[in-house]
Structure formats: C-alpha cells, structure tokens
C-alpha cells in the first residue's frame, strides 16, 4: 500500500475543502463544473459544452497550418495537403496545430486574455491546448516548446507574456519542458495586428536570436504562441532557431487567424 504522508493528506483534503466551499466555474461561460457529472477524471477549466465551442473539429483542421475548414475532411487525409489557407506559401513549421480559428469564443477569450493580461485565462487555454496537441500524431516527436519571445521592454511595460504562460499550460498537460531562455527578441517590434501581410514580415525579419545554442541544437521544438495569422512572427522565430541547428519544428497556438491572406 502506497505511503502517504500527513503533508499531502493535509494538501489532499483542504483542495476537497476548499473544492467544496468554493466549487470551481467554466472559465468561459461561469457555469459551476462538476468532474463527476461530467465524468472527468481530474479537473478541466471549461464546462463540456464551451470545451466543445473552443475546440474546433480535428477531422475539419489542416495538418499544416492549423486553420479550421469547417465539412473538408482535410484533417483526416493522410497524405500532406495544405489547406486554401496556405496553399502556395511556404509555412514555417512541419504542423502547426490550434485550438481553433480565431472567432467566435475562442477570439472573446484570447482578447479577455490580453487585454486583462490575464495569466489564468492563458494558463487555463494553454492546458486545454495541451490537451489538443495530445491528439496530433507529432507531438511525441517534441522535445522542447520554445514560446515567442516578447522584447523586454514590452515585458517590463505589460508585466505579462502570453505565449509563455500558454507554453507553461501545455507542460503541465503533457510533460514536455520549455525553453524560457532559448531565444531573445533583439529589437522592439510595432505591434502586428495593425499591419498588411508584408509589412508585419518586414516588421519582425531579424528580430529574434537564439541565445543558447546547445540547448536548440537538432531539438525537435514547438513554437508556442497565442494567434498565428500572417504566419510572419512564426517564420522569423523558425529561422532563428534554425539558425541554431535546432531539428524539426513545429507550432501550437490557441487560434489561427484566417482574415488576412497568408
Ligand atoms: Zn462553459
Ligand atoms: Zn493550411
């Protein structure tokens, strides 16, 4: 019989206490969560039915990019196809895999989340994004999520790095370790969303750098980030990890942003 010692029966019985006097909500829509009811063995953020609205059909996602063609089945063909989101663009990753595109509750979340620099939500997304990657048949393959990294001075302003705490989320769903360290960002960049397809590639080229190079070198790594649109920040960060000698790279990010053409 397993020994259990008084500290984590102490820790064990006030999280049923406090479970109790304080029963946890659906980040997303407030309802009060029941594992049991809902038949989960260990707790998930999000009620059944948001967790089913945030996570778009597998079957219906590219393996590439991410994007979600709702009725395709382009998820499901075994043979590597892009989708018409990034068919005839050279994407940066082997598979980039996504919660979902962004719209809808994904898009009200990830805007609650920056907007309120709001490292529970993006915990909280980044473990259900964990949960996803699960599903891909890559994600063994991953040795290392190398989240994209903020410049320090937007740090220092925001006191917040989403892409971080996303990547911190999808370790504690799967176990892989994070390089917070691996790359830097060299220089203060504009802020993407408000620039046409070339200008954001303009924007972030030579922006990242790897900084230590014996921990990227023939790494299969994920990129982790919060929305990949154009797919610019993406491709700079690939190329600095290239650079380094890392291997095969992949990406994960909560939404894939399909307005813009890629
Ligand atoms: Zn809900
Ligand atoms: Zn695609």
């Known amino acids: 019989m397993p020994m ?21 909500h659906c980040a997303a829509c407030g309802s009060q ?6 038949g989960l063995a ?19 996602c590219c393996r590439i990019c991410g994007a979600h063609c709702p009725r395709s089945g382009i998820g499901l063909e075994s043979a590597r196809r892009p989708c018409r989101y990034c068919r005839g663009f050279d994407f940066p990753v082997e ?15 990830v805007v609650q989340m920056k907007g309120h620099r709001s490292e529970v939500l993006a915990l909280q997304l980044g473990q259900l994004l964990g949960r996803r990657l699960r599903e891909l048949e890559w994600i063994s393959k991953v040795e290392a999520l190398v989240p994209v990294p903020v410049h320090w001075s937007k740090q ?8 971080a705490v996303i990547a911190e989320g999808i370790r504690r769903e799967l176990g892989i370790p994070w390089l917070p360290r691996a790359v830097s960002s060299t220089r203060r960049t504009a802020k993407q969303g408000m620039l046409e397809t070339a200008e954001r ?14 921990e990227l070198e023939d790494k299969c790594l994920l990129i982790v980030d919060d929305v990949l649109t154009s797919g610019a920040t993406m491709t700079a960060v690939a190329e600095a990890l290239r650079d380094a000698g890392a291997g095969k790279l992949y990406a994960a990010v909560l939404a894939r942003g399909i307005r813009s053409a890629v």
């Open 156 to 163: 220092l302003q925001k006191g917040f790095h989403g892409a």
């Open 33 to 38: 969560l029941d594992f049991q009811r809902d």
């Open 95 to 109: 598979g980039c895999g996504a919660l979902g595109n962004y719209g809808d509750l994904l898009q009200r979340l």
């Open 201 to 214: 590639y303009r924007n972030v080229a030579g922006a990242f750098a790897p900084r230590i190079q014996s």
């Open 4 to 24: 259990v010692t008084s500290g984590k029966l102490f820790s064990r019985l006030s999280r049923r206490v406090a479970r109790l006097l304080f029963p946890p």
């Open 42 to 60: 260990r707790p998930l953020h999000f009620c059944p039915l948001c967790t089913q609205r945030l996570s778009a059909d597998l079957a219906d």
